[in-house]
Every structure is written in structure tokens, then in C-alpha cells.
């Protein structure tokens, strides 16, 4: 089993800087594909960045992820913030099969944080 717990949201202007954590308990955590996701109220939760090297399009170029395996933690960069980049992010754990293939689908991960305020403001 895993726990992760997300921290670092907060409040920033647009093309500001935050760094999002996510930290996790368990003992084969390099095992677990690690994907940050996003929502806003009304609407879906959407895929952001995984550490399986793929980003949302909307995130490319601006954020960047990475895992410190040591420490149990993966990042998420976010810079050049934008108010639509406002939403509660989410960091999800996998590892089975189907995590590596369908990584972009909520479904596929077992392990969920309860979620960083990020809040951009124009």
C-alpha cells in the first residue's frame, strides 16, 4: 500500500513560480507511476504530468516533473503560471499493468492525495 500527501499550492500572480510535492509512504515507491492531475469545480479532472515523461499540452514547456526516489517525492515545476493553470491538483500512485499503458486515465491509479490549492491570479 502507499499513502502520498500534496503540498505547496498556494496563491501566486501570473507568470509566477510554484513547486508542487507530492510525498509518499511505502516501501516500493520507485515501483509507482506518479501523475499529477488537476480540477476545477464543474468540472473533470484532468491529466496534468506523469512520471512516465508525458505532459498535458497545455502544461508542456511550462511545467516539469521529477522523482527523488530517496526521498520518496516527486515535483512538480509549474512556471509561467496562468489563471487557467487555478485548480486543486491531485497527485495519484499506480503500478499495476495498466497504470504504464492507460497513465493518463484516473482509473488507472489506486492511490490518491487529497489535493494543493494552486490559485493564479490575472
Known amino acids: 500500500q502507499l499513502q502520498v500527501l500534496e503540498s505547496g499550492g498556494g496563491l501566486v500572480q501570473a507568470g509566477g513560480s510554484l513547486r508542487l510535492s507530492c510525498v509518499a509512504s511505502?516501501?516500493?515507491?520507485?515501483?509507482?507511476?506518479i501523475t499529477w492531475f488537476r480540477q476545477v469545480p464543474g468540472k473533470e479532472r484532468e491529466f496534468v504530468a506523469s512520471?512516465?515523461?508525458a505532459y498535458a499540452n497545455s502544461v508542456k514547456g511550462r511545467f516539469t516533473i521529477s522523482r527523488d526516489n530517496a526521498q520518496k517525492t516527486v515535483y512538480l515545476q509549474m512556471n509561467n503560471l496562468l489563471p487557467e493553470d487555478t485548480a486543486v491538483y491531485f497527485c495519484a500512485a499506480g503500478n499495476r499493468p495498466d497504470t504504464y499503458t492507460y497513465k493518463y486515465q484516473e482509473a488507472s491509479y489506486d492511490y490518491w492525495g487529497q489535493g494543493t490549492q494552486v490559485t493564479v491570479s490575472s
Open positions: 511505502g516501501r516500493t515507491f520507485s515501483t509507482y507511476v
Open positions: 512520471t512516465r515523461t
